[in-house]
């Protein structure tokens, strides 16, 4: 028996592994050929040439004909991905996938991407319009003319993927959107902390800190309350506060919004930092950019540069850096005259409003397998019914507010006609880091800020029936706040709190901790600054808040625990027992700071989901025995230490804290994920460090651009350019991503070209 089952085993592992081997020689049969098609529009000969890593770099005469090449370029590596995300924009999943997919298409279907889409199209100034359409051209001749070439996830799907549209283009837009605006969620739990005193919710919620780091000052100093005072005031009352409505599982018909434990949840977020020339070692100035987003295969970016030629074939102006696969042109670049980076603001562009129904909107989700369904979103007067009785505003339902004056922002040329493309830029609020070769450095903010009234905050749900919690517009782009050249010479943005109220603004944000901004700038404070020292921050792995929780609570860590945090430097390598530790350590501290702080609430403190904990968390730490004992806390040290007492050194950083990128078809496992996941590797960093690095999300690419050499920038992404499964360009970027390239040689953004050009012609 023993035998027949061992030969059993044999035979299946056999016929597995030959199933693989078929996937994988269909896989390579489905590679990018070398075919070059007529694309309609083209007006004069496009040449393209790749470097060692498959970036190519598309010399044309004319953007827009570059445009239409970009087009074929991305459809030919991402055209999957971009099938997804249209798909997913507009909740069209199940179509492909059945009914497992349902819930997320009527989550989407809810906020009606499709129609918002079309309509900013036909809204949309002239030139946005030729941009988007010439992208459509490229992608509709790759799909034409290529099909044996899409790609094997549309093999095994059994898809045929339909023509691009520019309203797909939107789609991408607003589904970026939502990935750095979706905030709805917070609104209802900020509401459930109105059983708390208000100044308990504002030690729990605080928007100001001791540590902010602010590019725009405020206008007098405005320290964070005392611990010892917050604490005191905010003294629950005698009896139970009574645990508020709103606090039902939160879900999106069916879709879970789930509470993660250990404070700030892992958000989306970015660095970007600039050092004017008066502080580097070459006397230019140097700008850095890693935008933090979730890990997929593909990855977020395609990379790219374009040259625009004369007729005589020079060189007249060239662009270069990273596009969003479905979307044209280039989002954070450098030309021949300046170069932008981008991270989030957090601006707050969501309101709910507690109001009835006045009317409603079909959808037809088409089901893979199985009929069709039809079901009738709830519509308020404010947007649709997010929940029964709750609708939405979103500055992203508002197509006027969809606008990407790509060509502008690309072929800008100072800081004046960078801000006059930045003021038709109204999508997802960012803040715009500058510098040129003219030494200049700056940065602004830019997308729409709602203006609210004088008592609402947008922090919690409205009354809708009263119009004077409408919004009456949105904030005059000439109003953003911007600083060009501040005389301390640098520049730092990590989503922190930047906008302070000098600015004569209100500004409803969800700001992270300051701790990557306040890392970040202690390592620029320098003079002699070079870009190898700039690689070498955006990989720095300090956690400055897990190192002042250790020192602060090592009385009361097991001795032995203690002994081996003494002079521990805060670093969160992958092979580092300290950092597990430490990473557990806070997270267990403000567990029980925050379980202190709620006790009669009826409120846990994994429901409570701040975005900025840190502060609440080194506040306390910060606060005498005394002071929790008047705020009716209980014995600071008998707190903490149950807490943290039962820590212990066991296993690495690394074994926990995993890269782990899932190809959609990979995500169960088994044959399929052998051949569509790329290799799990061991991470340092951690979400607090200047290297954020989580198994879910990190740094996306790392680009670094120092004036004094154009031609040295580097760019590197977490896998590879290409979205093909078998191709060598998948995944030939990860281990510089992962180990770092400080000298830059390996990660040249434009690299020599090798092997013949692909050649398209009008």
């Known amino acids: 028996m023993r035998r027949w089952i061992r030969r059993m085993a044999v035979f299946l592992v056999v016929l597995l592994l030959a199933a693989v081997v ?135 799907l059994g898809l045929h993927p339909r023509p691009w549209t520019p309203a797909d283009s939107v789609r991408v837009l607003l589904l970026m959107h939502q990935q750095l605006s979706e905030t709805w969620q917070r609104d209802l739990l900020n509401e459930s902390l109105a059983a708390l005193p208000p100044a308990r919710r504002q030690f729990l919620t605080p928007e100001v800190s001791t540590d902010d780091v602010l590019i725009l000052p405020d206008a007098e100093p405005r320290p964070a309350p005392s611990t010892s005072a917050l604490l005191t005031r905010g003294a629950p009352g005698a009896g139970p506060a009574t645990r508020p409505a709103t606090l039902e599982p939160l879900e999106l018909l069916g879709v879970p919004f789930e509470p993660l434990p250990g404070g700030a949840p892992p958000d989306v977020g970015s660095n970007a930092w600039v050092v004017s020339g008066a502080h580097t070692a070459r006397g230019k100035p140097i ?125 800008a040329t100072d800081w004046a006609s960078v801000n006059a493309a930045a003021d038709g830029f109204l999508g997802p609020g960012q803040n715009v880091l500058y510098a040129d070769v003219d030494g200049h450095i700056g940065w602004r903010v830019t997308g729409v800020l709602p203006l609210r009234g004088p008592a609402d905050d947008g922090r919690v749900p409205l009354d809708g029936s009263s119009p004077g919690h409408d919004w009456s517009g949105y904030l005059a782009q000439s109003r953003m706040p911007r600083v060009l050249d501040p005389a301390s010479g640098r520049i730092v943005s990590a989503n922190q709190r930047g906008i302070g109220t000098s600015s004569g603004l209100r500004w409803p944000s969800t700001w992270a901790s300051p701790t990557r901004a306040r890392r970040i700038t202690e390592l620029v404070a320098g003079e002699g600054i070079d870009a190898r020292q700039v690689r070498a921050t955006q990989l ?55 379980a202190a702080a709620l006790k009669g609430s009826g409120i846990g403190p994994t429901e409570l989901r701040w975005y900025n904990s840190d502060p609440t968390l080194l506040a306390a730490l910060r606060a005498s025995p005394e002071s929790w004992r008047k705020a009716g806390l209980g014995d600071r040290d008998a707190v903490l ?122």
């Open 22 to 156: 078929v996937v994988v020689v269909d896989v390579r049969g489905q590679l990018p050929d070398r075919s070059t098609p007529r694309i309609p529009g083209l007006r004069s000969r496009v040449e393209v040439r790749f470097d060692a890593r498959g970036i190519p770099t598309v010399r044309a005469r004319a953007l827009g004909d570059a445009l239409r090449v970009q087009g074929y370029l991305q459809a030919r590596e991402r055209l999957f991905q971009m099938e997804l995300a249209r798909r997913v924009a507009g909740g069209e999943l199940s179509e492909l996938v059945g009914a497992v997919a349902l819930p997320l298409d009527r989550r989407q279907r809810v906020y009606g991407f499709a129609g918002v889409a079309e309509a900013a199209v036909r809204l949309a100034p002239e030139d946005q319009r030729a941009d988007a359409q010439a992208l459509a051209d490229g992608i509709n001749a790759f799909i034409s003319t290529r099909p044996g070439r899409w790609g094997v996830e549309f093999q095994l």
């Open 287 to 411: 700008l850095a950019n890693d935008p933090h987003l979730g890990f997929d295969t593909p990855g977020t970016w395609y990379p790219l540069r374009i040259e625009l030629t004369d007729e005589g074939g020079a060189v007249r102006r060239w662009i270069q850096g990273v596009s969003l696969p479905g979307i044209p042109g280039l989002v954070i670049f450098q030309n021949d005259r300046l170069a932008i980076g981008f991270t989030n603001t957090g601006t707050d562009v969501q309101d709910l409003y507690r109001e009835p129904e006045v009317g409603q909107r079909v959808e037809t989700i088409q089901v893979k397998g199985a009929p069709a369904e039809r079901f009738s979103v709830s519509l308020g007067r404010h947007g649709p019914m997010v929940r029964p009785g709750v609708a939405l505003a979103w500055a992203a339902l508002d197509p006027a507010t969809l606008r990407a004056p790509v060509s502008s922002m690309m072929l």
């Open 540 to 594: 720095d792995t300090v956690g400055i808040v897990h190192r002042e929780v250790v020192e602060r609570l090592a009385p009361l860590l097991r001795p032995e625990v203690a002994r081996a945090f003494a002079g521990w430097d805060g670093r969160a390598e992958a092979g580092s027992r300290l950092f597990r530790a430490a990473e557990e350590i806070r997270r267990r501290a403000y567990e029980a700071i925050a």
């Open 641 to 762: 230490g149950a807490a943290v007492r039962e820590v212990v050194l066991d296993g690495t950083w690394g074994e926990h804290n995993r890269l782990e990128v899932r190809h959609p078809f990979g995500r169960g496992g088994g044959p399929l994920g052998w051949v569509f996941n790329p290799p799990e590797s061991p991470l340092a960093g951690c979400d607090r460090c200047v290297r954020v690095a989580t198994p879910e999300f990190g740094q996306s690419m790392r680009f670094v651009v120092d004036f004094s050499d154009p031609d040295a920038t580097t760019l590197v992404l977490p896998l590879g350019a290409s979205g093909h499964v078998g191709s060598r360009h998948r995944t030939d970027q990860q281990r510089d991503w992962l180990q770092g390239d400080l000298d830059g040689a390996r990660t040249l953004l434009h690299a020599p070209a090798v092997g013949p050009p692909l050649v398209f012609e009008p």
